[in-house]
């Protein structure tokens, strides 16, 4: 019965090294997805699993963000040489089916790029 | 593309009162979705209320309702009998079916005050 997980909490790196942010979605839910959301943004889409595909990866803003999902549950958001613009509080949800159904939220990772 | 849009970065209440949260969108689409969303300060986004387009009842879901204006393409949330545990950033969102992103407006602060 447990709810979406993302780790690390929060993450502070410097500008260039890589990170790797982890979702564990709720047991059985084939859609996953990530938003970002910057500082008195909204959240912003980054992509889309419907199991281990990714349908829509419109959302990621470079090619220096990739993302797989493995065993259609884990997923891993990967950023490669970070830049300040990329410090945001990164979020992962999934649903049941589609869309329009209920998304559940993680808590997030909050990424700090210094 | 879909735009969704917030006016009010900050909005506050008395506690009990009621108080209204606009948003509007902008969508060539007739089949969609509308969505509010709390984040309080945990980053945990919450749904609190969910309108299908194709329907002309408004949704309600205890204290939380909502006003669907589909032509002037509005969806205020009303919240009733306002609590402290209100207090929170709230987000409208809006999907297209078919699609298998939200798009989120820039959120309203709402502070609850006793």
């Known amino acids: 019965g447990a709810g979406v997980s993302q780790s690390p909490s929060n993450k502070v790196t410097e500008k260039g090294k890589d990170v790797e942010l982890r979702c564990d979605p709720i047991?059985?839910?084939?859609?996953l997805y990530w938003y970002r959301q910057s500082l008195g943004q909204g959240l912003e889409f980054l992509i889309y699993?419907?199991?281990?595909?990714?349908?829509?990866k419109s959302g990621l803003p470079s090619d220096r963000f990739s993302a797989e999902r493995t065993g259609g549950s884990v997923s891993t958001l990967t950023i490669q040489r970070t830049q300040q613009e990329d410090s945001a509080v990164y979020l992962c949800?999934?649903?049941?089916?589609?869309?329009?159904?209920?998304?559940?939220f993680g808590p997030g990772t909050r990424l700090t790029v210094t | 593309a879909q735009t969704v849009t917030q006016s009010q970065p900050e909005m506050s209440v008395q506690e009990a009162e009621t108080v209204t949260l606009s948003c509007t969108y902008d969508?060539?689409?007739?089949?969609?979705?509308l969505f509010w969303y709390k984040q309080p300060p945990s980053r945990q986004m919450i749904l609190v209320i969910r309108?299908?387009?194709?329907?002309?009842q408004n949704a309600t879901e205890n204290r939380f309702s909502v006003n669907f204006q589909k032509a002037a393409k509005s969806f205020s949330l009303k919240i009733s009998d306002s609590q402290l545990g209100d207090a929170a950033m709230y987000f409208c969102?809006?999907?297209?079916?078919?699609?298998?992103?939200?798009?989120f407006g820039t959120g309203t602060r709402l502070t609850i005050i006793p």
């Open positions: 949800a999934s649903s049941s089916r589609a869309q329009y159904d209920e998304q559940y």
């Open positions: 047991s059985g839910h084939t859609a």
């Open positions: 699993f419907q199991g281990n595909s990714a349908p829509d």
């Open positions: 969508t060539s689409e007739s089949d969609y979705y």
């Open positions: 309108q299908e387009a194709y329907k002309q």
């Open positions: 969102a809006f999907c297209d079916f078919g699609n298998e992103k939200l798009t």
